[in-house]
């Protein structure tokens, strides 16, 4: 099973930029679809972006769309979350996640297998 781990999370003001990392162990990134979910508080865990093993195809929530852009580094084995256009509606705990060796395109939680720590990040008025 892969290993998972976030970084890149911090203090931003709304309308700022931020680019989540995603370092992979234990498996190559190109086998694996991968995604980011994130989680406020006292609200369930929200699948916001999915891109499949082969990296030729990604889908969007609707809520980041236009704004979040998901990507990948096989030289480095990591996934990277690019955040522009902050708003303080997107502070949450943001998860990497990685499903089965040649899973199916990625959609929502059930299609995941593996899960980093978590990274927060916080979006200020």
């Known amino acids: 099973q892969v290993r998972l781990a976030e970084s890149g999370g911090g203090l931003v003001q709304a309308g700022d930029s931020l680019r989540l990392s995603c370092a992979v162990s234990?498996?190559?990134?190109?086998?694996?679809?991968m995604g980011w979910f994130r989680q406020s508080s006292g609200k369930e865990r929200e699948f916001i972006v999915g891109i499949t093993w082969s990296g030729g195809r990604s889908s969007y929530a609707e809520s980041v769309k236009g704004r979040f852009t998901i990507s990948r580094s096989g030289a480095k084995n990591t996934v990277y979350l690019q955040m522009n256009s902050l708003k303080p509606e997107d502070t949450a705990v943001y998860y990497c996640a990685a499903g089965p060796v040649f899973g199916g395109t990625p959609s929502s939680i059930k299609d995941f297998t593996s899960w980093g720590q978590g990274t927060q990040v916080t979006v200020s008025s």
């Open positions: 234990g498996g190559t990134i190109s086998i694996y679809p």
